[in-house]
């Protein structure tokens, strides 16, 4: 079982960055598929994307790394949108069986607003 707690939302003008980070608790983190979701309000959970996906609608902005000596995942967002502000959630034990895939274990979640 995995524990996942994210940090590093807030409040940014377009055009802006920020960086979340994904704390996890584990001795077997580093075997777990993990990624980003994000849901705004009024709409769906969308997938963000993994280390090895990245959803078209944040392509070439969003870039997903993780430090597996850290056990930490972290999504940069550069050149952020107003239609990217939502609740920003990491999710471990990924499923890609699914469309859009599901997690075993979340996190609570981060805000990030992007203000015009």
């Known amino acids: 079982q995995v524990q996942v707690v994210e940090s590093g939302g807030g409040l940014v003008q377009a055009g802006g960055s920020l960086r979340l980070s994904c704390a996890a608790s584990?001795?077997?983190?580093?075997?777990?598929?993990m990624g980003w979701f994000r849901q705004a309000p009024g709409k769906e959970r969308e997938f963000v994307g993994s280390i090895t996906y990245i959803a078209d609608s944040v392509k070439g902005r969003f870039t997903i790394s993780r430090d597996n000596a850290e056990n930490t995942l972290y999504l940069q967002m550069n050149s952020l949108k107003p239609e990217d502000t939502a609740v920003y959630y990491c999710a471990a034990g990924i499923s890609y069986s699914y469309t859009p895939p599901r997690a075993d274990y979340w996190g609570q979640g981060t805000q990030v607003t992007v203000s015009s």
């Open positions: 584990g001795r077997t983190f580093s075997s777990y598929a």
